[in-house]
T-cell receptor, first 111, second 113 residues
C-alpha cells in the first residue's frame, strides 16, 4: 500500500536555528513528490516538486532534496514567518494522479 | 491570476440534511481534484475530473457523495444525507497538467451536528 510518513510531527526552533523535516514514502513507483506549506485556516500552498532521486530545489531559506526512499526539507536560518505546517505528498505511477499526503510537520519558529 | 476559490468557507448542518460545496478552479485548468481532511488525519483524495469527466473517483467514501463538473468549469460536491463522520475540511485543487503541481483552494469547513 502506498504510504507517506512525515517526521517530526511538531518542531520548535529558535530564529536562526537551522533544521530538516523528513518525508519518507513507500510507493510502487514515484511519479513526483510535492512539498506544500499550510497556514492555519488556509489551503496548502505549493513549494516544490521533485521527480527523481538526487534532485534538489531551493527557494529562499528552503531547500528540498530527494532520495529513493525519502525527501528532506531543509530550513536554513528560519524566521518566525516560516512558522506553518509543512506537508509532503506523492503521486504514484500506478495510473492515477491523486496525491497521497503525509500528516505534516507543524513548525514553530520563535523570535 | 485568480486562484482556486471555494464556497462556502464554512457550513454547519444537521445530520440528515444536504449540503453542496462549490469549487472554481484556476482558469484554463482542465484537471480538478477534491480532497478532505477529517479531524486529526491526513488530507485524503476523493476524486479527479478531467474537464467534465470523472477520471478517478476511487476516494469517494460512499454513494451519499455526488460530484459534478458540468461544462468542465466549476465543480460541486453534494453530500446527501450528511452524517456526523462527514465533518471535516474539504479542499479543491486544480492543475493544468495531471502530473504537475496542484493548486489548492482555501477549503470548506463542514460541520455536521
Amino acid at each position: 500500500e502506498d504510504q507517506v510518513t512525515q517526521s517530526p510531527e511538531a518542531l520548535r526552533l529558535q530564529e536562526g536555528e537551522s533544521s530538516s523535516l523528513n518525508c519518507s514514502y513507500t510507493v510502487s513507483g514515484l511519479r513526483g513528490l510535492f512539498w506544500y506549506r499550510q497556514d492555519p485556516g488556509k489551503g496548502p500552498e505549493f513549494l516544490f516538486t521533485l521527480y527523481s532521486a538526487g534532485e534538489e530545489k531551493e527557494k529562499e531559506r528552503l531547500k528540498a532534496t530527494l532520495t529513493k526512499k525519502e525527501s528532506f526539507l531543509h530550513i536554513t536560518a528560519p524566521k518566525p514567518e516560516d512558522s506553518a505546517t509543512y506537508l509532503c505528498a506523492v503521486q504514484a505511477t500506478s495510473g492515477t494522479y491523486k496525491y497521497i499526503f503525509g500528516t505534516g510537520t507543524r513548525l514553530k519558529v520563535l523570535a | 491570476e485568480a486562484g482556486v476559490t471555494q464556497f462556502p468557507s464554512h457550513s454547519v448542518i444537521e445530520k440528515g440534511q444536504t449540503v453542496t460545496l462549490r469549487c472554481d478552479p484556476i482558469s484554463g485548468h482542465d484537471n480538478l481534484y477534491w480532497y478532505r481532511r477529517v479531524m486529526g488525519k491526513e488530507i485524503k483524495f476523493l476524486l479527479h475530473f478531467v474537464k467534465e469527466s470523472k477520471q478517478d473517483e476511487s476516494g469517494m467514501p460512499n454513494n451519499r457523495f455526488l460530484a459534478e463538473r458540468t461544462g468542465g468549469t466549476y465543480s460541486t460536491l453534494k453530500v446527501q444525507p450528511a452524517e456526523l463522520e462527514d465533518s471535516g475540511v474539504y479542499f479543491c485543487a486544480s492543475s493544468q497538467v495531471p502530473g504537475l503541481e496542484q493548486y489548492f483552494g482555501p477549503g470548506t469547513r463542514l460541520t455536521v451536528t
